[in-house]
């Protein structure tokens, strides 16, 4: 964080006593500017009087995700052309509760990480490495040639989650985008296809909400 910016007319609180004593205590300079100026610069972000401004996220590589996992098996989460921030920002939350290592997303026509996506992971994404890949294809197929399968996230697929055996080694768990699931190309590639059981009246669960199901069946498959 390079800076932090407060609004001048903003109420005190112990909540903000503790950001500005942090920010100082870290070296970060902080500036009161009219709260209108923080408007602008939030872009529509809710920002209660006050906004950091931080160098643009750091992107990882595959790499540096493999030496995280050091010897437990690999755990990653694949978005398939996921757009929502939003979604992108809760299922990095998740990804991070349950262990995952890192997270891969399409470096064209997806969500990146943007400062809503930051905000909507309630900083995992701070811990979490996200690699962008050019071509997520590509990329499943090499981790296969590495001893990672490939397990996507698919309603119409015969097998429910709980039945798959690639569940406790090395795994990219591969979620689908809003509305029309995995591309035809990613669901050719991946090694096996599962949906999650619905017993209810709704026909489907958003990206994230099906992700965080499926990331906790993987967590208690390998706590065994």
């Not at 906004?51 to 690999?74: H, I, K, M, N, S």
């Not at 997806?110 to 309630?122: H, L, M, R």
């Not at 690699?131 to 397990?151: A, M």
């Not at 697929?157 to 591309?183: C, M, N």
Request: some cysteine; charged content about 25%.
């Amino acid at each position: 964080m390079r800076r932090l910016l407060v609004a001048d007319n903003r109420e005190r609180s112990e909540v903000l006593d503790e950001i500005l004593a942090l920010a100082r205590k870290a070296g970060v300079t902080v500036d009161e500017v009219d709260r209108s100026h923080i408007d602008d610069r939030a872009e529509g972000q809710v920002h209660q009087g006050v906004l950091a401004l931080a160098p643009a996220f750091a992107y990882a590589d595959l790499d540096t995700v493999r030496r995280r996992a050091g010897d437990e098996p690999l755990l990653l989460v694949a978005l398939d052309s996921v757009t929502d921030p939003h979604n992108l920002g809760s299922i990095a939350r998740t990804a991070d509760a349950v262990g995952a290592h890192g997270l891969l997303l399409p470096s064209r026509r997806a969500a990146s990480v943007t400062p809503t996506a930051e905000k909507a992971a309630a900083g995992a994404l701070a811990n979490l490495p996200v690699v962008q890949v050019t071509n997520l294809v590509r990329t499943l197929t090499n981790l296969r040639d590495d001893g990672v399968w490939s397990v996507g996230l698919d309603g119409d697929a015969p097998d429910p989650i709980g039945t798959s055996r690639l569940l406790d080694g090395p795994l990219v768990l591969v979620v689908g985008a809003e509305g029309r699931g995995l591309s035809r190309l990613t669901a050719q590639t991946c090694d096996q296809l599962v949906h999650l059981p619905m017993r209810g009246t709704v026909g489907s669960l958003n990206a994230s909400v099906a992700a965080a199901v499926a990331l906790y069946e993987v967590r208690r498959r390998r706590d065994g």
